[in-house]
């Protein structure tokens, strides 16, 4: 079935540091994908989106490329604040539409 | 600009006593799901309605029930918790494809 693989945290990066985190995915046809980020005692809010291969979706500094041919979507940051401190996930949407599979969570800790 | 409201927002229970979860959208949107969170595992879905008057079975759906009383509210009951059930619940809405709407989640101890 599909899957989501992110890469384990937690990530401990410095203020203005640059992110990375990893994730692939397994699907048959062609899921969307979804980055999804988590604020302590919040719910998870969207981060960004891309729809199809090659699609680059980006919100607040934050930029994720849809890469077929690597089953990959990872999230990058060239600078990260304080502030960006959360548990990020990444998820793909099932053929159907119906519901979303979920990556295990990547904790990242900025510092000043 | 309520979203996605889920109630309650903290809850301890006993085993074996019985609770529903309550949520409720204001976007119009024909998708609800809800998913449970634990240390370590990411979010599962535990039901989904893709339409109001149905719903369907997600991935740990087992000790739950759900009904989709209307267009904006699908709720989550356990009838006889268990201590494995403690963890984060979270409701979203969302419309086929699209991103889906996360509420604050509820947090829930089974003693």
């Known amino acids: 079935g599909d899957s989501v693989t992110q890469m384990e945290g937690p990530v401990t990066l410095s203020e203005e540091a640059f992110l990375t985190i990893n994730c692939t995915y397994t699907a048959t046809g062609y899921p969307s994908l979804f980055w999804y980020v988590q604020y302590p005692g919040e719910g998870l809010q969207l981060l960004l989106k891309a729809t199809k291969a090659d699609d680059k979706g980006s919100n607040k500094g934050f930029e994720a490329t849809y890469r077929k041919e690597t089953t990959s979507f990872h999230l990058e940051k060239g600078s990260v604040q304080v502030s960006d401190s959360a548990v990020y996930f990444c998820a793909l949407s099932d053929q159907a539409g119906t519901a979303l599979i979920f990556g295990k969570g990547t904790t990242l800790s900025v510092s000043s | 600009n309520a979203g996605v409201t889920q109630t309650p927002k903290f809850q301890v229970l006993k085993t074996g006593q019985s609770m529903t979860l309550q949520c409720a959208q204001d976007?119009?949107?024909?998708?609800m799901y809800w998913y449970r969170q634990d240390p370590g595992m990411g979010l599962r879905l535990i039901y989904y309605?893709?339409?109001?008057?149905?719903?369907d079975k997600g991935e740990v759906p087992n000790g739950y029930n759900v009904s989709r009383l209307n267009k904006r509210e699908f709720s989550l009951r356990l009838e006889s918790a268990a201590p494995s059930q403690t963890s984060v619940y979270f409701c979203a809405s969302s419309d086929p494809f699209q991103p889906q709407h996360f509420g604050d989640g509820t947090r829930l101890s089974i003693l």
């Open positions: 976007m119009n949107h024909n998708s």
């Open positions: 309605s893709a339409s109001e008057g149905t719903t």
